[in-house]
């Protein structure tokens, strides 16, 4: 364990989320989004370089390790993108009696979007995980926010989160930070309003032009049916 936390938590209902943020890691450039294989990710396994040129920087397990000592066989998966992969682990408990607070792996991603992960030979990492699929779904934004777990049981009190450090030197590396949220959602959805509020603008601002050009056309059209009759 390299950190503990405590907090207080209001009354959550679940399912409750765990997301956690990585700073100034921008998972949008496109040399950063593109730098994996797809055959690879699908477990077509290959040791020929050639066959992995879009993993370009991270090819082999020497790039991947930042390793001096040369290693040419390539590593699985290859790519910048898997390469980054967040790999903090967090853990829930209760203060009062330091019972663990289960937190799922599963339903972390649609089940469509699964079927094109398999495992294959000297995987380094579990490519079926959920929780690398969400990694590896491109965020358009920064701070990249993932989904990391849920809880179905309720929180309410005070708890611990112990944190097993092992994104700490690719954080260094970048000179950013990271955060972990819990969060819960309502039958309306979840707790971010900014979505909602953008919705609720656009369309009250569509409202007003719709109004507006019934007006201005009205007038118009009355008068074109007054010409029309005149015309007869």
């Not at 682990?89 to 799922?104: A, G, N, P």
Request: with cysteine.
């Amino acid at each position: 364990i390299n950190a503990e936390y405590m907090g207080a938590s209001p009354k959550l209902e679940p399912p409750i989320f765990i997301y956690y943020e990585v700073e100034d890691l921008h998972q949008n450039y496109r040399r950063f989004a593109y730098s994996k294989s797809n055959k690879q990710l699908a477990g077509e396994y290959s040791n020929d370089t050639n066959d992995v040129g879009t993993c370009y920087p991270i090819i082999t397990e020497s790039e991947r390790r930042n390793n001096r000592q040369k290693n040419n066989t390539v590593t699985n998966p290859c790519g910048l993108l898997p390469k980054y992969y967040f790999n903090d682990t967090f853990s829930l408990f209760r203060k009062e009696d330091q019972v663990q607070i289960k937190i799922e792996e599963d339903e972390l991603v649609f089940p469509t979007e699964k079927h094109k992960y398999k495992n294959s030979a000297n995987n380094w990492t579990d490519i079926e995980a959920e929780r690398f699929i969400a990694w590896m779904k491109i965020s358009p934004i920064t701070p990249i926010k993932k989904l990391y777990g849920r809880i179905e049981t309720p929180l309410e009190g005070d708890y611990v989160i112990r944190i097993a450090n092992n994104y700490n030197k690719v954080i260094k590396k970048l000179n950013g930070k990271r955060a972990i949220l819990i969060s819960s959602i309502t039958v309306f959805g979840g707790s971010q309003t900014f979505l909602g509020g953008c919705f609720i603008v656009v369309g009250t601002i569509f409202l007003i032009f719709a109004i507006a050009f019934w007006f201005c056309l009205t007038p118009r059209e009355a008068v074109y049916e007054r010409k029309s009759e005149y015309n007869k």
